[in-house]
């Protein structure tokens, strides 16, 4: 099992090395299934109460998208 983040799919201007680094673990767990193996990259979602999406602006700017955390 593989976290990685929702950026990966969904990247926001300024983020494209966060960006690069999900979806690096994302392609990880598709070659791992290609042979053979069993791995999963579960991209989390924005978090309410703490982390990078936790300021009032983040907040705004998601609802705002039409995201909520």
């Known amino acids: 099992m593989l976290f990685s983040s ?3 799919t969904f990247g926001n201007v300024g983020q494209s090395n966060y960006a690069a680094a ?3 673990l ?3 767990a598709r070659s791992d299934n290609l042979h053979g193996l069993s ?4 991209q989390w979602g924005p978090w309410a ?3 990078m999406a936790s300021a009032t602006s983040t ?6 998208s039409g995201y909520r955390a």
């Open 39 to 42: 791995t999963c990259s579960l």
């Open 6 to 8: 929702i950026v990966s």
């Open 59 to 64: 907040q705004a700017h998601l609802t705002a």
């Open 26 to 28: 994302d392609d990880i």
């Open 22 to 24: 999900n979806g690096t």
């Open 49 to 51: 109460q703490v982390g």
